[in-house]
């Protein structure tokens, strides 16, 4: 019997993907909840299994193509026997979509440039363009081909006032503020040496939208601070020896613990701001994202509850959380719902850097690499390990002063561990 696989969905929200890797090919026997192809969706590489044990017939997609949950991508036997398929009656050969929307788009080519750029939009969208002052480069097509309607451009005005005016939902095409980051015409690279292209990854286009939007919408604040890490380090060292390799205490776990508590005592750090309703939205649960470097790019697993459990536990479920995001088996839902960051640098290098808040969240915390320096103690100068940390922050609902004391009391905590246990 044949079956057909198509694209199961792989988390709520999730209508699309791109084939990454294709690890079968036509004519192997495969098993089960065998691997068949590898799909990259939003900030995350799904592996698609067989939904059953058979022979693959025919593979329907290729490494590259952007696939739609439900399509079909390949077919299987089932029983052993493929059937031929019957001869089919001679037809009309059709236009293939392709050839279809190249001359549909033909006469736009021929009227609508800017640079090398092309404006894939109808003489009558364009009109209205102009009639509504609004630069078509700008807008995000949702047709075949990135194709814009009126549909698109009447949307793309009234995303624009709300995001101006402070109300109304976030735009549900593309991307979370589609068109107000778009780019302008670059110039002929060419006319000064040769130059090689390589396109973007899906998470390489999230990352920059995302972080476009934050940019783009939130005024920030940075502020710095240093913990003496010199006694913790001492007893984290000793812990580990130990330990099993997968309960390693890191850093960046007791940084998960301690961040937690913060959040309980700084309940506005753990909020999300919402312009629409004019109100802070205080979230009552924890979840601590963690930015983990993989060759693909930076990406967020999420620490659940991370409040309520021990650092032994946050550890083991954090070197876990991290294998599984840098080996590309993350799943979308495990990235989904934080409301407070941490992007530890310590491992590679750096004395300070300024991160980025990622939006809907409203703080992050960035870690550097630690050094000894000597410290003044009231009567000589000691060598201490000292961490420097840097907090960036939403300061429409964050200010100055409490910066600050979030940031103290993350050293504080540091370097006198019992705090954490001194409140109930």
């Known amino acids: 019997m044949s079956l057909e696989i198509t694209v199961p969905e792989v988390s709520e929200g999730i209508e699309s993907g791109t084939v990454v890797t294709i690890t079968v090919a036509v004519g192997d026997q495969v098993e089960i909840d065998q691997t068949l192809l590898e799909l990259e969706t939003d900030k995350a590489v799904v592996a698609i299994?067989?939904?059953?044990?058979?022979?693959?017939?025919?593979?329907?997609?290729?490494?590259?193509?952007?696939?739609?949950?439900?399509?079909?991508?390949?077919?299987?036997?089932?029983?052993?026997?493929?059937?031929?398929?019957?001869?089919?009656?001679?037809?009309?050969?059709?236009?293939?979509?392709?050839?279809?929307?190249?001359?549909?788009?033909?006469?736009?080519?021929?009227?609508?440039?800017?640079?090398?750029?092309?404006a894939p939009a109808a003489p009558s969208v364009r009109r209205l363009a102009r009639d509504l002052g609004v630069d078509i480069y700008q807008v995000q097509g949702t047709g075949p081909g990135g194709r814009i309607s009126e549909t698109d451009v009447r949307h793309f005005v009234r995303d624009t006032m709300q995001r101006i005016t402070g109300g109304g939902p976030a735009p549900k095409s593309i991307g979370e503020f589609p068109g107000l980051h778009a780019q302008r015409p670059l110039p002929d690279f060419t006319r000064w040496g040769e130059v090689s292209r390589e396109p973007l990854s899906r998470?390489?286009?999230?990352?920059?939208?995302?972080?476009?939007?934050?940019?783009?919408?939130?005024?920030?604040?940075?502020?710095?601070?240093?913990?003496?890490?010199?006694?913790?380090?001492?007893?984290?060292?000793?812990?580990?020896?130990?330990?099993?390799?997968?309960?390693?205490?890191?850093?960046?776990?007791?940084?998960?613990?301690?961040?937690?508590?913060?959040?309980?005592?700084?309940?506005?750090?753990?909020?999300?701001?919402?312009?629409?309703?004019?109100?802070?939205?205080?979230?009552?649960?924890?979840?601590?994202?963690?930015?983990?470097?993989?060759?693909?790019?930076?990406?967020?697993?999420?620490?659940?509850?991370?409040?309520?459990?021990?650092?032994?536990?946050?550890?083991?479920?954090?070197?876990?959380?991290?294998?599984?995001?840098?080996?590309?088996?993350?799943?979308?839902?495990?990235?989904?719902?934080?409301?407070?960051?941490?992007?530890?640098?310590?491992?590679?290098?750096?004395?300070?850097?300024?991160?980025?808040?990622?939006?809907?969240?409203?703080?992050?915390?960035?870690?550097?690499?630690?050094e000894m320096q000597p410290v003044w103690d009231g009567r000589e100068f000691v060598p201490e390990l000292i961490l420097p940390l840097s907090l960036t922050y939403d300061h429409r609902v964050i200010d100055g002063a409490d910066g600050a004391r979030f940031m103290r009391w993350i050293c504080r905590t540091i370097e006198n561990p019992l705090q954490l246990v001194m409140k109930g």
Request: with cysteine; proline share 5%.
């Open 203 to 370: 998470i390489r286009e999230l990352t920059a939208d995302a972080m476009s939007y934050a940019w783009s919408t939130i005024p920030m604040v940075t502020q710095y601070d240093k913990a003496r890490i010199t006694s913790i380090e001492k007893y984290r060292n000793e812990f580990n020896q130990q330990a099993a390799e997968e309960a390693k205490l890191t850093m960046t776990a007791i940084l998960v613990k301690i961040c937690a508590a913060a959040l309980k005592v700084f309940p506005q750090f753990n909020s999300s701001l919402d312009l629409a309703s004019r109100e802070l939205i205080l979230k009552q649960s924890v979840h601590i994202g963690v930015a983990v470097d993989t060759p693909g790019g930076l990406l967020v697993p999420v620490l659940r509850e991370a409040d309520r459990k021990g650092v032994e536990k946050l550890a083991l479920e954090l070197n876990e959380i991290a294998a599984k995001t840098r080996d590309r088996k993350i799943s979308p839902a495990d990235m989904e719902g934080g409301t407070f960051t941490i992007s530890n640098l310590g491992g590679i290098g750096g004395t300070a850097f300024t991160p980025l808040v990622y939006a809907p969240q409203v703080a992050i915390l960035g870690v550097s690499r630690s």
């Open 49 to 118: 299994p067989s939904p059953q044990a058979g022979k693959i017939t025919e593979i329907k997609v290729s490494e590259g193509d952007q696939v739609d949950v439900g399509s079909v991508v390949m077919l299987m036997d089932t029983d052993g026997e493929t059937a031929k398929a019957e001869p089919e009656e001679e037809a009309e050969p059709e236009e293939k979509p392709e050839e279809v929307s190249h001359k549909k788009t033909l006469p736009d080519l021929n009227t609508v440039r800017r640079g090398d750029m092309v």
